[in-house]
């Protein structure tokens, strides 16, 4: 039996009068990437909310790899291989494909300003891997073709794509090895459920 990456148990989270969700359970087995379908209201952004770390559930349990991350703050939620994208897409239009992928690990990094300042050994090991990776990614994710082209010069699928594998790059995925890997990228909108061959 495959292991249960994330576990959603007995869910429920209270808005005043306001309950969505409503003692939802679920989980997602390693190598899969679900699609979670519901009419507007039913509370589908309102459990990303909770999963990622933005609203704490009212009651129930939320488990990645088996223990609990309720309570963790949104940085560590994050760094245990949590990440998501938005309805709205939020690449820099001014940066190319490439570049937008490593945006958001800065807080992985180890190196300090002086270290980046002066260019040390350990900065530039740092950002190459990170361009190797994002490189990785972008394969992955089929648009290492234009991972020069800038962001804004990409059609509105192309650019789900250099998103959903920055969040997957800012959460260490390993999404080309085994799209279950430590990450689950919660796709949120119009790109959700997308297959890396057609967005």
Do not use: W
């Amino acid at each position: 039996m495959s292991e249960r990456i994330p576990e959603i148990d007995n869910l429920t989270l209270r808005f005043g009068g306001l309950t969505a969700p409503d003692d939802v359970s679920l989980h997602i087995n390693e190598g899969e990437i679900p699609g979670l379908i519901g009419p507007n209201g039913a509370g589908k952004t309102t459990c990303f909310n909770a999963v990622t770390g933005v609203y704490r559930p009212t009651s129930g349990d939320i488990k990645f790899r088996g223990s609990s991350i309720v309570g963790m703050k949104k940085h560590q939620i994050t760094q245990n291989g949590i990440a998501r994208t938005f309805q709205n897409i939020r690449l820099f239009p001014t940066m190319t494909a490439l570049e937008n992928v490593p945006v958001g690990t800065d807080a992985r990094h180890r190196t300090g300003m002086l270290t980046a300042l002066f260019r040390l050994p350990r900065h530039r090991r740092e950002e190459q891997e990170g361009h190797d990776r994002a490189m990785e990614l972008l394969r992955f994710m089929g648009i290492h073709r234009k991972a020069d082209e800038l962001a804004a010069n990409l059609s509105y699928g192309d650019q789900r794509r250099p998103e959903i594998a920055r969040d997957g790059h800012g959460a260490q995925a390993d999404l080309p090895r085994r799209a279950g890997g430590r990450v689950q990228p919660g796709r949120e909108g119009p790109a959700h459920g997308a297959h890396p061959q057609g967005a």
